[in-house]
């Protein structure tokens, strides 16, 4: 890493937090960094000591699966005096199971005086973002590598990318979606009239008008927030691109990602209920009075 990346303007003109940084923004971007050090002195020679603050990062061991507390184990904080700016790789230890490492690539920069300076990260390992659950992934068969390309394109910033990739895949696979709310809300005893509905919309050749037919059709226990996850993403894939910025479709994206995330947890949650609510009935009603 012995490169000297430019700065561009644009991408300096709002500071965040070293965290924000670390935790929040995707590999490729400089950004100016309000809390990156501080001065120090030894022996008469001053330099900067870049800070390690606490992260809270996903962890994918088994003892943890979720967000946990990461704490710097190593790597090189100092920019001397003579230098212009330092290339380190930051390694990061997770503290709930102490086995998982996320490994950032950097090139920082201080300012003449003062806490501020700006990074720039070549990469991570793993890879940034929140890993994509398995049961969202089952929904799209062998698309899933479709499904993966836009979140690459998702994590790399690339808003248009993202979208048509997570449109095409949803609109390839709106039939395996329905037919697993289909069979939650057939295991979930839903009136015949709503069934019918879904099954008429795997019909319809049309995406939009598909997800708008079933807009009143879903079980309670599928609803986020109270709202239908369908037509959650019809309002959102419905959007032409040529119609949005690249900001917009990142943003629209993201959105689509987290919906799809969640209906996958709930379809998944409902299932699992149901079956181990039979477990316990056929366990009780075996019991000899």
């Given amino acids: 890493m012995s490169e000297d990346k430019e700065t561009p303007a644009n991408e300096t003109a709002e500071s965040i937090t070293l965290v924000d940084f670390l935790q929040s923004t995707p590999p490729g971007q ?3 960094v309000s809390d990156l050090g501080v001065y120090k002195a030894s022996s008469g020679a001053r330099y900067f000591e870049i800070n390690t603050p606490d992260l809270t990062l996903f962890c994918s061991s ?3 699966m979720g967000p946990r507390f990461f704490r710097f184990e190593g790597g090189n904080q100092i920019i001397h005096k003579h230098q ?3 290339n380190t790789y930051f390694v990061y230890l ?3 199971c102490a086995e998982k490492r996320k490994i950032f690539s950097l090139q920082i920069r201080a300012e003449e005086q003062g806490s501020r300076g700006a990074c720039y990260k070549f990469g991570e390992e793993p890879a940034y973002g929140v890993p994509t659950p398995p049961r969202l992934l089952r929904l799209f068969g062998d698309d899933k590598d479709i499904f993966l390309k836009g979140r690459r394109c998702e994590n790399q910033g690339l808003g248009i990318g993202a979208f048509v990739y997570y449109r095409r895949v949803v609109e390839n696979h709106k039939n395996q979606i329905l037919d697993e709310i289909i069979r939650v809300s057939k295991r979930l005893e839903t009136p015949n009239a ?5 099954e008429n919309a795997k019909k319809e050749i049309q995406f939009s008008k598909a997800l708008e037919s079933v807009r009143d059709a879903l079980p ?3 609803l986020i927030n109270g709202r239908n996850p369908l037509t959650l993403l019809h309002s959102a894939l419905s959007k032409g691109v040529h119609e949005l910025t690249d900001a917009r479709c990142l ?7 987290v919906v799809l995330a969640e209906l996958a947890e709930r379809l998944g949650q409902a299932l699992k209920d149901e079956a181990e609510l039979n477990s316990a009935v056929n366990r009780l009603s075996d019991i000899k009075k």
């Fill in 30 to 32: 400089f950004r100016e």
């Fill in 251 to 257: 943003e629209l994206a993201h959105d689509v990602r």
């Fill in 62 to 64: 088994s003892a943890c």
């Fill in 194 to 198: 709503t069934i019918e509905l879904l």
């Fill in 84 to 86: 212009k700016f330092t």
């Fill in 94 to 96: 997770c503290s709930n």
């Fill in 220 to 222: 309670q226990a599928l």
